[in-house]
């Protein structure tokens, strides 16, 4: 459920309209392949029982995806955070 999340967030990273010196910094690409690859799905495995959790998870990925998709690939920035 949260990989077509995360792979959103990977291609706008990889493909940036604006913000590339942001998008090639070694630390936020670290950042993003180890959130996606390696800390989402072992806290997924592990709250597989808590399906609050889990929601609350998909919420906030999806609002990073969206933070992360205006950052790097909308023309217009409307809020930082929400």
């Known amino acids: 459920m949260l990989a077509p999340i995360c792979n ?3 291609m ?9 010196e942001l998008a090639t910094n ?19 495995r592990k709250n597989m029982k808590d399906t ?9 990925v999806y609002l990073f995806a969206y933070k992360t998709h205006q950052v790097f ?5 409307h809020q930082i955070i929400d």
């Not at 070694?26 to 997924?44: D, I, K, V, Y």
């Not at 690939?73 to 920035?77: P, S, Y």
């Open 8 to 10: 959103k967030i990977k």
């Open 52 to 60: 609050k959790a889990i929601n609350d998870m998909h919420n906030l």
């Open 12 to 20: 706008c990273v990889e493909f940036p309209r604006k913000n590339c």
């Open 26 to 44: 070694p630390n936020f690409r670290n950042f993003t392949a180890a959130f996606c690859e390696q800390l989402l799905p072992q806290w997924c």
């Open 73 to 77: 690939q909308a023309r217009v920035i």
